[in-house]
């Protein structure tokens, strides 16, 4: 009977070491394969942290019950930077802003303690300006106009958002309110100038031609008519006929 119980117990213990050290294994594969999961998703966390935000210094534009704070963050070397007058701030304050990347403008009414985004969504802005519309005599008159230049996407696709991508207008009152875009989708808007006695904008833009997501020598250029008191994507100056005949090549 002894000998009986030796063999079945000897026969036993093999099975138990097996099953132990298998239970073992399991375990450190179960353990090593947690952290091979959690560390890659630990490294993105990481590196797609956002940056801290950031608030530029109060803006008061001149007849307006309204105030303005940009809001952004101060950008990488990889960030575009935001493009301002510099009329808007001292040079102290210029100097610091030009190192935000703004991604939407607060309006605060400074009577009715009402505040807004200019922005339904957030985009880049490159650049914004105030500006007045004038009487026939070059008088400042009421009128007083945001403009704004947003990048709404990485056109060219090079992995950073910035004046090589496309490049939109857009125009808000001074209160912040009856945002306009006022120039078309898929063109980069180069320059623009007012034409305050006649309350007119006049923008120059790329258009992207030939559909290869650049905007180069190799693209049409419109330039681009829109009244202040009713702004909107004005008509091209270039009409088509006149630009079928610029197009055609001189032999010299």
């Known amino acids: 009977m002894n000998g009986h119980r030796f063999v079945k117990n000897a026969a036993i213990l093999p099975w138990r070491r097996y099953a132990i050290a298998s239970l073992l294994c399991a375990l450190s594969l179960a353990c090593t394969g947690t952290v091979n999961r959690k560390s890659p998703l630990t490294t993105a966390n990481a590196s797609d942290a956002e940056p801290n935000i950031s608030y530029g210094d109060l803006i008061f534009p001149q007849q307006s019950d309204y105030f303005i704070i940009p809001v952004g963050f101060e950008g990488d070397e990889r960030s575009s930077k ?83 991508d496309a490049v939109i207008g857009y125009i808000a009152d001074a209160s912040g309110k009856n945002l306009k875009q006022i120039t078309p989708d898929n063109t980069q808007l180069v320059f623009w100038q007012i034409d305050k006695p006649l309350g007119v904008l006049l923008l ?21 008519k829109v009244p202040l008191n009713n702004p909107g994507i004005g008509p091209d100056i270039i009409t088509p006929e006149m630009r079928q005949q610029i197009n055609q090549r001189v032999k010299l």
């Open 204 to 224: 120059k833009v790329v258009q992207d031609t030939n559909n290869d997501r650049k905007f180069t020598g190799e693209d049409d250029i419109s330039f681009i």
């Open 82 to 164: 935001s493009r301002f007058s510099k009329d808007i701030y001292g040079d102290s304050a210029y100097d610091r802003m030009s190192l935000m990347t703004i991604y939407n403008l607060i309006f605060h009414n400074r009577r009715t303690g009402e505040s807004h985004l200019l922005l339904s969504e957030n985009r880049l802005i490159s650049s914004f300006q105030l500006i007045n519309e004038e009487n026939a005599e070059g008088q400042a008159v009421k009128n007083q106009f945001v403009f704004i230049e947003v990048i709404p996407e990485d056109t060219n696709q090079d992995g950073i958002r910035d004046r090589q």
